[in-house]
């Protein structure tokens, strides 16, 4: 079975995944003379960036995602198919995916990273992870059930469990994330749920290392830290999570927390690709590529973003898997592309370093420019419009701006509906539940 791509005579550029680095590659790919076809499990760009703050209730979904067909939009020359890469066949320049195979002149791999849960099966079973729309609505359903379940539950130990947040994995959003669910605690629970003394509500997040936001400064570090213990975070730092049952998440000097709500925010890896020589692949699962970003041993396929192990003498393990290192490849990429379609030699790829940003809440926030540290309300104000920049589609980025501002002036967040998403560490969750008492 093919995908249904017309054979146009153009040469084919073949795109896997629409995030930051597929979709930039795409849009810059539109307008040059060739055939470009996007492939992707969702029918939506999502912002992920923001996605924690779809998990505490502060946008909705439809705020930070925007379709694929819509922004393609009389582009001839763009084709979307929505389907999952199976494999890659080098040798006849094809590949498979669950809808069907398809035949290229260039492979672009864009395919991002997935939570890396370190081979814990029963963390892997049980944790909420926050890479996806899908995902943020998990934990906000599970935060919100928990909490409705804590108010008739008349044991004290099941009650405790239901209201402990864990939240593993001290970088960006980890920290943003108890930021948020921290103002929440402070700000709505005690008016949505008079019936439950606040106090109980315990926020951890846990960092294996030994200070948060590992990518930025010392400074940015301890202040990250100081600011979310104000707000009542208790952090943990140097702790490792080792195991999750029977309603407890266990560390490594044999410590443990009773709760429902386990988030997962601690690392991430590359899926393996069928067809790609395993010798390129790193242990994290990042692709080897060259400073052309392509792929080491193939002169057809290439890879950008989060899956490309692409290096400099500065940086021995990889660039950074941040946003905006994603953009400047695809960028790049784009221009190579171009080249090679005119024969003209391509340029390396020069990395460089650029702005890190984080924020713990309101008013409160860490922006890093090379040696240049900017915090508080300016640093807040950058973070936030930054973010909205980025952002697609000028009714997205208006309903964010207006969603901010009532709940910078209300002190609410509006979106809090649990819905039905399908949760899939539910069953798992619910047997260790009945265990607490």
């Known amino acids: 079975m093919s995908l249904n791509i017309p054979h146009t005579g153009q040469r084919r550029v073949v795109v896997v995944g629409g995030g930051f680095a597929g979709l930039k590659l795409v849009r810059r790919l539109a307008r040059l003379d060739c055939q470009v076809v996007l492939i992707d499990r969702n029918n939506y760009h999502q912002f992920q960036p923001l996605l924690y703050q779809v998990a505490t209730s502060g946008l909705s979904p ?15 020359n763009v084709h979307f198919r929505m389907a999952e890469l199976e494999a890659v066949e080098p ?6 995916t669950s809808s069907g195979s398809l035949t290229y002149d260039y492979l672009v791999l864009a395919t991002g990273s997935v939570t890396n849960f370190f081979g814990m099966e029963p963390i892997r079973e049980a944790a909420m992870p926050m890479k996806n729309l899908r995902d943020a609505l998990v934990i906000r359903n599970r935060l919100l059930e928990n909490l409705e379940r804590a108010t008739v539950t008349r044991s004290r130990v099941e009650r405790q469990g239901l209201l402990n947040v864990v939240i593993v994995g001290g970088g960006p959003s980890g920290v943003e994330l108890a930021g948020a669910v921290a103002e929440m605690k402070r700000y709505i629970m005690p008016e949505d749920y008079p019936d439950l003394d606040v106090d109980d509500i315990n926020i951890y997040l846990v960092e294996g290392g030994p200070r948060l936001l590992a990518s930025m400064s010392e400074k940015s570090s301890a202040e990250a830290c100081m600011q979310l213990r104000r707000m009542g975070v208790r952090v943990m730092l140097g702790t490792s999570v080792v195991d999750y049952g029977e309603g407890r998440v266990r560390f490594r000097d044999g410590s443990f927390i009773l709760t429902g709500n386990l988030v997962w925010t601690s690392g991430v890896t590359v899926e393996p690709i069928e067809g790609i020589d395993p010798m390129t692949v790193s242990r994290s699962g990042r692709i080897g590529v060259d400073d052309y970003s392509r792929v080491v041993g193939y002169h057809d396929i290439f890879v950008v973003g989060d899956a490309a192990m692409q290096r400099d003498a500065d940086h021995p393990d990889g660039f950074p898997q941040l946003a905006r290192v994603a953009i400047e490849q695809a960028d790049h990429l784009s221009r190579n592309l171009a080249a090679l379609l005119c024969r003209r030699p391509m340029k390396p790829f020069v990395y460089r370093e650029y702005p890190v ?7 409160r926030a860490f922006a890093e420019f090379g040696r240049r540290r ?24 208006f309903n964010i701006l207006v969603g901010w501002a009532w709940n910078y002036v209300t002190y609410d967040h509006p979106v809090r509906l649990i819905l039905a998403v399908g949760d899939p560490c539910r069953q798992a969750l619910g047997k260790s539940v009945r265990l607490w008492g």
């Not at 705020?63 to 001839?76: A, E, M, N, T, Y």
């Not at 040798?91 to 498979?96: A, K, S, W």
């Not at 640093?379 to 419009?385: C, I, M, P, S």
């Open 374 to 397: 900017v915090g508080g309300f300016v640093a807040w104000v950058a973070w936030a419009l930054l973010h909205v920049a980025f952002v697609l589609g000028v009714k997205n980025k």
């Open 62 to 76: 439809e705020d930070i995602s925007f379709p694929f067909r819509k922004l393609f939009r009389g582009k001839r």
């Open 91 to 96: 040798d006849r320049r094809r590949i498979e």
């Open 357 to 363: 940003m984080a924020t713990v809440g309101r008013n």
